[in-house]
């Protein structure tokens, strides 16, 4: 169900920048935004969680890029800061840093550059209790 919800998220376009469409400046969006042609500048989004940034085989981005979703399947230049979750396709082409939360990753996807968690979360993860691995099974560690 999750991931229908997902997919449902991401057919959904508000804007539309078309193939032969190249946008200089920065640019702000809410919803969802479907790029085939190109933007020079970066793109960001509220942190609501309801904006879907999705990047085509064609589309391009030149500048840092934030925002909650993002499905990328084109090429981005600059730094990815995705809030929720990121969907890198086969023909995705990142050259900088990608700072996500949930990253899925197609075969033949590129990123030229770090992948870093984002902290929020990994400051959940620490709070979790450790674990210890015994001969048959996982156990929970408590320290009291």
């Known amino acids: 169900m999750m991931g229908r919800k997902r997919k449902q998220r991401a057919r959904r376009v508000d804007t539309l920048i078309g193939a032969n469409t190249t946008v200089h400046g920065d640019l702000e969006f809410s919803g969802g935004l479907h790029l085939e042609g190109q933007i020079v500048g970066d793109v960001r989004a509220p942190s609501d969680g309801s904006a879907v940034l999705v990047v085509d085989e064609k589309g391009q981005v030149e500048g840092q890029v934030l925002v909650p979703h993002l499905v990328l399947n084109g ?69 009291s």
């Not at 090429?75 to 396709?89: I, M, P, Y």
């Open 75 to 143: 090429t981005v230049r600059g730094d990815v800061h995705a809030s929720e979750h990121v969907d890198l396709g086969e023909k995705a082409r990142l050259e900088g840093n990608l700072y996500y939360s949930v990253l899925q990753m197609a075969e033949g996807a590129t990123v030229d550059g770090q992948l870093r968690r984002r902290e929020a979360d990994a400051a959940v993860e620490r709070e979790a209790p450790l674990t210890a691995l015994t001969d048959d099974s996982l156990t929970a560690r408590d320290d």
